[in-house]
């Protein structure tokens, strides 16, 4: 005999029970954690780079890196001066999940650390469905990508809590109408603190760092 | 003290977005339909918000992969989609967000909040006793 069994179980749960088993690991330590998304090339590792001799003297700071192969950008957080740093190769999979970041933990005495940024894999879809356990996404977005990313990929733009926006360099060169661009992100995240830099000239970076910095304080 | 820690999944070649999420999905019909004694489980009903990225011919194929073996081997995979609704932060109409237009067409007021489309779960089983 057939019978139906209601389940109304949500798919994602199991990586959110151990995203939230993440987050406690995190906070019993006193750390702050952020999760940077971007798609491949807007400058992650570039904004670590620029980021992490700013804090030397103020923070100590593990880096986990995703990649799908190699360790050069785990490299790049180490030669930048971070006290740790962890490549998770994900071997094929678009985007960290809870169980990857778990595992990264693992290898980490998290009480020796101030600030851990998690720099995820490049990509401007998956990353937002796969919670990982950090206290705030942080989306960089980069002028060369086009003003239309808000509007094609949604998903990406209306989770993040900062949307940082790189290589304002570039602005005089391409064709990037910045209003269109935030009338896209205001409709999908109203009033996300966003914060436009420049790694390659360093404008911008102060308020970046002051970000980090008041986050920690909390 | 600077050095780097590798963790490798590359073991795991043929891991992509969709397969956790399988394997995820047959996890939990196992664990309902144990609970329930069933002998075979013949249908898997799944809702879909249209805001989801997940693609179900992905989740298809892995399913007659993972599946193989267990009680839900050959069970049928059901894809109930739920549209997108946004409502308005300004007027409060509610509406469905055509492609790339995030404009209330109420009142042409962007900043909107979602009201539906992000579900992604398992409703429902059915099985053999």
């Known amino acids: 005999m057939t019978e139906r069994i209601p389940v109304v179980e949500n798919i994602l749960s199991a990586n959110d029970r151990l995203a939230e088993e993440n987050r406690a690991r995190i906070n019993a330590a006193g750390v702050f954690s952020i999760n940077l998304m971007a798609s491949p090339g807007a400058g992650k590792t570039s904004i670590i780079e620029q980021t992490l001799p700013r804090l030397k003297d103020k923070l100590c700071v593990a880096v986990i890196?995703?990649?799908?192969?190699?360790?050069?950008?785990?490299?790049?957080?180490?030669?930048?001066?971070?006290?740790?740093?962890?490549?998770?190769?994900?071997?094929?999979?678009?985007?960290?999940?809870?169980?990857?970041?778990?595992?990264?933990?693992?290898?980490?005495?998290?009480?020796?650390?101030?600030?851990?940024?998690?720099?995820?894999?490049?990509?401007?879809?998956?990353?937002?469905?796969?919670?990982?356990?950090?206290?705030?996404?942080?989306?960089?977005?980069?002028?060369?990508?086009?003003?239309?990313?808000?509007?094609?990929?949604?998903?990406?733009?209306?989770?993040?809590?900062?949307?940082?926006i790189n290589k304002i360099d570039l602005l005089p060169y391409v064709p990037f109408k910045m209003d269109f661009f935030q009338r896209g992100v205001e409709a999908l995240n109203p009033g996300v603190v966003t914060l436009p830099l420049s790694c390659r000239t360093g404008e911008g970076l102060d308020a970046w760092i002051n970000w980090i910095l008041q986050n920690v304080k909390r | 003290m600077m050095y780097t820690t590798l963790v490798d999944f590359r073991k795991n070649l043929i891991s992509m977005h969709e397969l956790p999420v399988t394997q995820s999905i047959l996890k939990i019909a196992l664990e309902h339909a144990e609970k329930a004694n069933a002998k075979r489980i013949t249908d898997l009903h799944i809702v879909q918000g249209e805001l989801s990225s997940m693609v179900d011919d992905s989740i298809q194929f892995y399913w007659e992969i993972i599946a193989k073996d267990t009680i839900a081997q050959n069970a049928t995979l059901h894809f109930r989609r739920v549209p997108a609704e946004l409502q308005c932060m300004a007027c409060f109409q509610k509406y469905h967000p055509k492609d790339g237009e995030l404009v209330c067409p109420n009142c042409g007021s962007v900043g909107a909040k979602i009201v539906a489309g992000e579900e992604f779960f398992v409703e429902a089983i059915d099985i053999d006793e």
């Open chain 1, 65 to 164: 890196d995703g990649d799908i192969a190699t360790s050069l950008d785990a490299d790049r957080a180490s030669s930048a001066g971070a006290q740790a740093s962890i490549q998770i190769n994900t071997g094929g999979e678009c985007h960290l999940d809870a169980v990857m970041l778990h595992g990264a933990l693992n290898q980490l005495d998290l009480t020796k650390f101030d600030l851990l940024i998690v720099e995820n894999v490049g990509n401007l879809v998956c990353p937002a469905e796969f919670r990982l356990g950090t206290h705030k996404s942080v989306l960089i977005a980069s002028v060369p990508e086009g003003d239309d990313k808000p509007y094609k990929y949604p998903g990406m733009y209306r989770g993040v809590d900062a949307l940082v």
